[in-house]
């Protein structure tokens, strides 16, 4: 029922800066939490970060101080902001939404918690 759509991926220096968007049909982030992953060619999907539904974010500690997660309920987007990119950020990075399941704090990173995903959008960063 629920689709998601990201995008603002793109190619970027090392450095410089991208943010992603992330729009979904009705209102699916409305009292929910959200996340965003990323997958690197021959790599699992790994987190990156969450909003929790009290508003509290989680992050990978490698984005740590330099992504932001943010979302916008009047207009059913989520954000990330992603500033001193790395080459190791490259990857293609995908929302998801747990639908109608609660996800505790202990779960909040697991993909496994998420029932809906965006088709991804490419992160390129060069050095």
């Known amino acids: 029922q629920v689709q998601l759509v990201e995008s603002g991926g793109g190619l970027v220096q090392a450095g410089g800066s991208l943010r992603l968007s992330c729009a979904a049909s009705g209102r699916a982030f409305s009292g929910n939490a959200v996340a965003w992953f990323r997958q690197a060619p021959g790599k699992a999907r790994e987190f990156v970060a969450a909003?929790?539904?009290?508003?509290?974010?989680y992050y990978a500690d490698s984005v740590k101080g330099r992504f932001t997660i943010s979302r916008d309920n009047t207009g059913n987007t989520v954000y990330l902001q992603m500033n001193s990119l790395k080459p190791e950020d490259t990857a293609v990075y995908y929302c998801?939404?747990?639908?109608?399941?609660?996800?505790?704090?202990?779960?909040?990173?697991?993909?496994?918690?998420?029932?809906?995903w965006g088709q991804g959008t490419q992160v390129t960063v060069s050095s």
């Open positions: 998801a939404a747990p639908g109608t399941t609660l996800i505790g704090v202990s779960n909040i990173r697991l993909p496994g918690s998420y029932a809906y």
């Open positions: 909003l929790s539904r009290s508003g509290i974010r």
